[in-house]
């Protein structure tokens, strides 16, 4: 079918999830005049890991100083709850405790302390055992760092804040339109979607699981691949929640950008546990059974898949374990709150992480924002880019409205 746009637009946005949503905000209450139109394939936005994620404000103790996730996360954690207060969203600081159950652990404890000041935190409190038990009455741990400025929120319900936003700014937001093809023309970009083409002068790419298909559609070269990470979870019986006060976590493995399963208060008052880190067969496979031949076709076809597994097969079997077993997964949330035992938990659901990955097949750390002509590519965005998308959102806007033309 040749392209045909029938719509004209400044800039379009793929993608409604969190990320999309913030920088169409920014977009609108900088440039209102700019016509704005993001595109999103669900019937709704918020839909994959912005609506399937643990709901927490992070607080930016994990990250390498110096990094667009340590800016983005604390400056943005802050910009979360002020805008949650601004407009009545639920949401609550409840702090964390990051929990070190072996001596091994205590200079990784120690050095996410170093890291939380650097970046900028207050209040973090190193603890023994006695006062672990004043914070978390069921938690045991040799030593625990207190992160007093975690807290917790509705990520759905922040998302559909934002699209109210843009709307009521005169941003259009058509949901149940999935970008099919992209074709550049000398002065403009064409977006074939199932309900028709639309043309714009700049198109910003924040397709999540599915960002690095966009920057192949639009003829770039991405140089990583998004492979997709499942974290399934349990939900603490309701009779068993009152084990958990708030957020109690292990101490991560540096070697990975995923933190470990731990327990998670919600801000609805229920607990759930997990999520693990499972390597799934389908971008958006939310069951252990979800397959699709072309995502796994194109991850196998990637070189840096393979280097991936080849240096991470061990964990990777570790959890896959923990995904069939029950009882490892318990096992490794006894480690934080002995009392928990298989009875105490359900399951629950389950979220899948856009994790970009290398030629090299290392895990890409950073957020990765890609320049290319008059598009952007939002390639990286993983945790903690719900805490910190208001703060991505003007960070894209600020760097980006030059080349995208915007101003
Ligand atoms: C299990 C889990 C737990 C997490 N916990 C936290 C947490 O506690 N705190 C935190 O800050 N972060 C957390 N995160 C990370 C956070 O949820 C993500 O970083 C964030 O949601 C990414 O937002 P996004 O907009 O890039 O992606 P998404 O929300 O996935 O949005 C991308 C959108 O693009 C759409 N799309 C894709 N292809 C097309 C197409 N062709 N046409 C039109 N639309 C398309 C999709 O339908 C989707 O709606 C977690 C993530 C997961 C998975």
Redesign the pocket.
């Known amino acids: 079918m040749p392209f045909m746009a029938d719509k004209r637009y400044n800039v379009i946005i ?7 949503l913030a920088v169409g905000l920014e977009i609108t209450r900088r440039f209102p005049q700019l016509r704005l139109l993001l ?4 019937e709704h ?6 609506g ?5 404000i ?1 607080s930016g103790i994990y990250y390498k100083p110096g990094s667009l996730k340590a800016k983005l996360c604390v400056t943005g954690a802050a910009a979360m709850v002020e805008f949650c207060r601004e407009h009545d969203l639920p949401h609550q600081i409840c702090g964390k405790v990051i929990v070190a159950t072996q001596e091994e652990e205590f200079p990784r404890l120690e050095e996410l302390r170093r890291r939380g000041e650097a970046n900028g935190l207050t209040g973090l409190q190193s603890i023994g055992p006695e006062e672990l038990h004043q914070f978390e009455p069921h938690a045991t741990g040799l030593r625990a760092l207190v992160v007093p400025s975690t807290g917790i929120t509705d ?1 759905a319900a922040v998302c559909d804040k934002y699209a109210e936003l843009i709307s009521n700014r005169g941003g259009t937001i058509l949901t149940s ?3 099919l093809a992209l074709k550049r023309t000398a002065d403009e970009i064409v977006v074939e979607t199932n309900g028709g083409a639309f043309s714009a002068t700049s198109l910003i790419n ?5 960002s690095d298909r ?1 920057s192949r559609m639009a003829g770039d070269d991405p140089q990583v691949m998004i492979v997709p990470f499942r ?1 399934e979870y349990y939900d603490l019986i309701p009779e068993r929640s009152s084990l958990v006060r708030g957020l109690i976590y292990p101490v991560p493995d540096p070697r990975f950008p995923f933190l470990g399963v731990h327990f998670t208060r919600r801000i609805n008052g229920s607990v759930d546990a997990g ?1 693990n880190a499972v390597l799934a067969f389908r971008r958006e496979g939310y069951r252990r059974t979800d397959f699709n031949l072309r995502d796994l076709a194109t991850s196998l076809a990637f070189p840096g898949f393979w280097r991936m597994g080849a240096k991470n097969w061990r964990s990777g079997l570790d959890e896959f374990h923990r995904s069939f077993s029950k009882s490892a997964f318990v096992h490794a949330l006894q480690r934080l709150v002995p009392e928990v035992h298989k009875a105490d938990l359900i399951p629950g659901g389950a ?4 994790q970009a990955v290398t030629r090299q097949g290392a895990l890409v750390d950073d957020f990765q924002f890609v320049p290319s002509g008059r598009m952007l590519h ?1 390639l990286n ?8 998308s208001l703060m991505i959102g003007r960070t894209i806007v600020d760097t980006a409205a030059t080349g995208l033309g915007l101003q």
Do not use: D, M
Request: proline letters at 6%; hydrophobic letters at 40%; one cysteine or more.
């Open positions: 793929v993608g409604g999830g969190i990320v999309g595109l999103e394939k669900e936005v918020g839909q994959h890991q912005s399937h994620n643990s709901g927490v992070h990520y339109h999935a970008v924040c397709a999540g699981l599915f966009i974290g999520p979220g899948v992480r856009a939002v965005v993983p945790s903690p880019a719900a805490t910190a």
